[in-house]
Structures are given as structure tokens and as C-alpha cells.
């Protein structure tokens, strides 16, 4: 089955810095890859998501870059404000076949600090 | 984005009780949801496949007899923890598919904070 991996586990960055979050996966049929955002209790979010064809999508700060041929994705988010710390997890799946199941990442928990 | 609503969002049950959870999909039709168990500060793990009108399909390791799945309508999956033991205390969320755009999008419940005593 897929395997995800999820670097780092934990992230701290000044407030106006950049974030980078780092995701492998193993499975080369995988074609559809969201990322979640959780804050403390609540349910996680869909903050942005690709597929495989094409290699980078952008949403305002946030922007997710995909590398098929190594089989890793990353989420990118610009001027980060105290309001993005959350914990954040990466998925991967397939849009048919596999039952659409998500398999997600170990998360990472990010601390944007004033 | 779509709605998807969890209940109870906590409950507290002695050992040896059953507890029920329900998820319903508010303002789209869900042919299929997902449940999912998370630990503190972990991943989710996807405990099994809820489809409508036919049989779960569990993950490795998940006891089906222990974790009763009924998804009998298009926006309402039930899942019920039989004979809870403290060991089952945990966060349980659901997750109902939309498709966008030829994306199979999960949009997820709050939640469901279960102690057993």
C-alpha cells in the first residue's frame, strides 16, 4: 500500500517568513495529493491540493509544488502570520481505483511566532 | 466548501457500553465516507470505508465486529464502538467523498472525543 512521509514533524518560523513542508511518497500510481490544515481541536481543513498532471499550483500565500519522477510534493506558504500556526498534514490517493482512499502524512506542527 | 456534520462531539461512556457515532453529510450526497482514529498529537488513521448501501471496508487490523459501520442513506454513515474499553478512548473522525472537478475531494466532520471509563 502507499506510504506517506512528512518532514519536519515540527517547524518554527518567524512571522513574515516562508514555510516549507516536505512530503515522499511511495506508491507511483498515487495521482491526487491535498494538504489539511488542523487547528488545536478541530477538524482538518483542505487549504490546497494537485494532481499529478500538472507540477505546481498556487493559492494566494500558499503553494504546493509536485516531482513525480521522485515522488515528493511540498507546501509553500509565504509570509506566514500567526493565524497559519496549525498542524498540517500532506495526503496522497488516487482519484480512481484504490477505493480514493487517503493516506496521510505524520503531520507537522507549525508555529508561526511574533 | 461543503458541510459535514459529526455527533455527539463528546461523549463519555463506561467499559462494556456501546456508543454510536454519526456523520451526515448536510448539503451533498455521499456515496462513500471514511472513519478515521487520531491519537494525540498523530496522524489520522483510516480505520475503514464506508460505503452506501453495502459492507465497510476495514483496514488491517480494525476489527469489524467491534467497530460496526452502517452507511444506510446517502448522507449518514454511523459507526458504533461496541463493548467500549478504555483502550478505545480516542478521536474519531469521519470524512464524506465529494467529487470536483474529477477530484475525490474529503471533506471532514469535527470530530468525536470518546473516554471510556
Known amino acids: 500500500g502507499e506510504n506517506v512521509e512528512q518532514h519536519p514533524s515540527t517547524l518554527s518560523v518567524q512571522e513574515g517568513d516562508s514555510a516549507v513542508i516536505k512530503c515522499t511518497y511511495s506508491?507511483?500510481?498515487?495521482?491526487?495529493f491535498p494538504w489539511y490544515k488542523q487547528e488545536l481541536g478541530k477538524r482538518p481543513q483542505l487549504i490546497i491540493d494537485?494532481?499529478?498532471?500538472?507540477g505546481e499550483k498556487k493559492d494566494q500565500r500558499i503553494a504546493v509544488t509536485l516531482n513525480k519522477t521522485a515522488k515528493h510534493f511540498s507546501l509553500h506558504i509565504t509570509e506566514t502570520q500567526p493565524e497559519d500556526s496549525a498542524v498540517y498534514f500532506c495526503?496522497?490517493?488516487?482519484?480512481?481505483?484504490?477505493?480514493?482512499?487517503?493516506?496521510f502524512g505524520t503531520g507537522t506542527q507549525l508555529k508561526v511566532e511574533l | 466548501g461543503a458541510v459535514v456534520s459529526q455527533h455527539p462531539s463528546w461523549v463519555i461512556c463506561k467499559s462494556g457500553t456501546s456508543v454510536k457515532i454519526e456523520c451526515r453529510s448536510l448539503?451533498?450526497?455521499?456515496?462513500?465516507m471514511f472513519w478515521y482514529r487520531q491519537f494525540p498529537k498523530q496522524s489520522l488513521m483510516l480505520m475503514a470505508t464506508?460505503?452506501?448501501?453495502?459492507?465497510?471496508?476495514?483496514e488491517q487490523g480494525v476489527e469489524k465486529d467491534k467497530f460496526l459501520i452502517n452507511h444506510a442513506s446517502l448522507t449518514l454513515s454511523t459507526l458504533t464502538v461496541t463493548s467500549a474499553h478504555p483502550e478505545d478512548s480516542s478521536f474519531y473522525i469521519c470524512?464524506?467523498?465529494?467529487?470536483?472537478?474529477?477530484?475525490?475531494?474529503?471533506?471532514f466532520g469535527a470530530g468525536t472525543r470518546l473516554s471510556v471509563l
Open positions: 464506508s460505503n452506501e448501501g453495502s459492507k465497510a471496508t476495514y
Open positions: 448539503d451533498f450526497q455521499a456515496t462513500t
Open positions: 494537485i494532481r499529478s498532471n500538472v
Open positions: 495526503a496522497a490517493s488516487k482519484v480512481t481505483g484504490g477505493g480514493n482512499k487517503l493516506t
Open positions: 506508491d507511483s500510481a498515487s495521482n491526487y
Open positions: 470524512s464524506a467523498r465529494m467529487t470536483v472537478l474529477a477530484k475525490n475531494i474529503q471533506y
